[in-house]
Antibody, heavy 118, light 108 residues
Framework: QVQLQQWGAGLVKPSETLSLTCGVY????????WNWIRQSPGKGLEWIGE???????TYNPSLESRLTMSIDTARNQFSLKLMSVTAADTAVYFC?????????????WGQGTLVTVS | DIVLTQSPGTLSLSPGERATLSCRAS??????LAWYQQKRGQAPRLLIY???SRATDIPDRFSGSGSETDFTLTISRLEPEDFAVYYC??????????FGQGTKVEIK
């Protein structure tokens, strides 16, 4: 059974960079797309972007100018960096897998990390 | 971006009753629509994909229907563990994935 476990700083200062990593256990990174999604009271659930095992990325245009996603196949993990954060970036951030069998929906999720910009 | 509008915002029902949740897309998403359940403090859980296919280990009291712009999630008989918030989400490749604002199913 695949498990996604995420970690990173829970408090980030305005204008600095938010960094999170998601480790994938029980499954190879190959053959799937790996995503970041965030949830805030004001904006609900918001898709951030995705990356595959070859490093091919697709970003939400609303965040693209500040966003970098990367993947480390040797460690079986992928990461998110969001630059120049403001209070509007305060949210619970989730990593998630897009499952091909489940029609490209998000079929496995990490536990979530609350990131506060202050 | 495609806007997904869910209704109602809150559904107040008793255990054993039927729940009918709606999701309307601002443009056609074909059958590229999923439903998720989220409980407080947890990540969303995939219930339905492809508008009508149940995900792994999802009980058959959950069913999805619809296509193009109008979709429905039905819970045939509410169990105590079904009281939660439900979200729809599209995955059309040509548009950023978006979620609906959610429907809360609460105990009456």
């Amino acid at each position: 059974q695949v498990q996604l476990q995420q970690w990173g700083a829970g408090l980030v200062k305005p204008s600095e960079t938010l960094s999170l990593t998601c480790g994938v256990y029980g499954e190879s990174l190959s053959g799937y797309y790996w995503n970041w999604i965030r949830q805030s009271p004001g904006k609900g659930l918001e898709w951030i972007g995705e990356i595959n095992h070859r490093g091919y990325t697709t970003y939400n245009p609303s965040l693209e100018s500040r966003l970098t996603m990367s993947i480390d196949t040797a460690r079986n993990q992928f990461s998110l960096k969001l630059m120049s954060v403001t209070a509007a970036d305060t949210a619970v951030y989730f990593c998630a897998r897009v499952g091909v069998i489940s029609g490209f929906s998000f079929d496995q999720w990490g536990q979530g990390t609350l990131v506060t910009v202050s | 971006d495609i806007v997904l509008t869910q209704s109602p915002g809150t559904l107040s029902l008793s255990p054993g009753e039927r729940a009918t949740l709606s999701c309307r897309a601002s443009q056609s998403v074909s059958n590229n629509l999923a439903w998720y359940q989220q409980k407080r403090g947890q990540a969303p859980r995939l219930l339905i994909y492809g508008a009508s296919s149940r995900a792994t280990d999802i009980p058959d009291r959950f069913s999805g229907s619809g296509s193009e712009t109008d979709f429905t999630l039905t819970i045939s008989r509410l169990e105590p563990e079904d009281f939660a918030v439900y979200y729809c989400q599209h995955y059309i490749i040509t548009s950023p994935r978006t979620f609906g604002q959610g429907t809360k199913v609460e105990i009456k």
